[in-house]
């Protein structure tokens, strides 16, 4: 089964720094374009970033450009957003997705607050 | 980034239709269609129409979709209470180069 399972969500100061996680397995990783969306609570969806299938190219939302940044490691199977200068607006689900949607990780929470 | 335009919410009864409309402009809706995304309460979305115009395996039949111009729609027929869920739509914006989001439908099914 087609999984995307997601980690490193927590809860951080204002300021502070985070690393999420994306392990995918039962597909060709390296194939596929992947996309971080978030969602806060009570919101809509937000998309984040999108880096292409080999991680030449990223795209980052103007909210987060500058203070994260969307890698992979395709040896691992893996996608990250690695996260600073987190601010309170930050707080949100975080969804890890092929860039077409076809499937999403679990999801997980980021908490910024003193 | 700009958003894509949905109406905050839609009912109808039971085993009947209903149509979500998402307007965009001609860089993203427009450009080359939408996904749209069903999401219950404490689940992540599910795609529920590729924006390439085709259901994805598993997806019901009453689920379909069509674009005119800048505007995507989705329609469900037959409605059933499993139905209910926000929908959103989402286009790649090639001027912005990022993926836009709809603010969502809720749809209730009476």
């Known amino acids: 089964e087609v999984q995307l399972l997601q980690s490193g969500g927590n809860l951080v100061q204002p300021g502070g720094s985070l690393r999420l996680s994306c392990v995918a397995s039962?597909?060709?990783?390296?194939?596929?374009?992947m996309t971080w969306v978030r969602q806060a609570p009570g919101k809509g969806l937000e998309w984040v970033s999108t880096?292409?299938?080999?991680?030449?190219?990223?795209y980052h939302a103007d909210s987060v450009k500058g203070r994260f940044t969307i890698s992979r490691d395709n040896s691992k199977d893996t996608l990250y957003l690695q996260m600073m200068s987190l601010r309170a607006e930050d707080t949100a689900v975080y969804y890890c997705?092929?860039?077409?949607?076809?499937?999403w990780g679990q999801g997980t929470l980021v908490s910024v607050s003193s | 980034q700009a958003g894509l335009t949905q109406p905050p919410s839609v009912s109808k009864d039971l085993r009947q239709t209903a149509t979500l409309t998402c307007t965009g402009n001609?860089?993203?809706?427009?450009?080359?269609?939408a996904a749209w995304l069903q999401q219950h309460q404490g689940h992540p979305p599910k795609l529920v129409f590729h924006?390439?115009?085709y259901r994805p395996s598993g997806i019901s039949e009453r689920f379909s979709a069509s674009r005119s111009e800048n505007t995507a729609s989705l329609t469900i027929t037959g409605l059933q209470p499993e139905d209910e869920a926000d929908y959103y739509c989402?286009?790649?914006?090639?001027?912005?180069?990022?993926?836009?989001f709809g603010g969502g439908t809720k749809l209730t099914v009476l």
């Open positions: 997705a092929p860039h077409m949607y076809d499937f």
């Open positions: 924006r390439n115009n």
């Open positions: 039962e597909f060709t990783f390296s194939d596929y374009a």
């Open positions: 880096i292409s299938a080999s991680g030449h190219r990223t």
């Open positions: 001609s860089n993203n809706v427009g450009y080359q269609g």
């Open positions: 989402s286009a790649w914006d090639s001027s912005l180069n990022a993926w836009v």
